[in-house]
């Protein structure tokens, strides 16, 4: 098992940055990828980046690429979202995900951590 925790939401203005972690605890050896996605209020939940634990290859959905960065630092088993200009359409909760095989599919949910954006 994986335990994931989310970390680092709370409320930004318009144009500000935020900075979002994930703790991963548990099997953290067996962890292929690590994921972020976020539910906005009243949509889908969405899929944003993902990094590979062990080799650091990174993958951003079109929408996010230049103002969302994804890493990890292997050390304290965490994964960071960084989030510059942000916007009042990134008002959501924030979720990690993790998987243990390569896949679209992500077996372990952390229980987010709210972004509110406002203006």
């Known amino acids: 098992q994986v335990q994931l925790a989310e970390s680092g939401g709370g409320l930004v203005q318009a144009g500000g940055s935020i900075r979002l972690a994930c703790g991963a605890s548990?099997?953290?050896?067996?962890?292929?990828?690590m994921g972020w996605f976020r539910r906005p209020p009243g949509k889908e939940r969405e899929f944003l980046a993902s990094i590979s634990w062990t080799g650091g290859n990174t993958y951003y959905v079109d929408s996010v690429k230049g103002r969302f960065t994804i890493s990890r630092d292997n050390a304290k088993n965490t994964v960071y979202l960084q989030i510059n200009s942000l916007k009042s359409e990134d008002t959501a909760v924030y979720h990690c995900?993790?998987?243990?095989?390569?896949?679209?599919?992500?077996?372990?949910w952390g229980p987010g951590t709210q972004v509110t954006v406002f203006t």
């Open positions: 995900a993790a998987n243990v095989v390569p896949s679209y599919t992500y077996d372990y």
């Open positions: 548990g099997r953290t050896f067996s962890i292929h990828t």
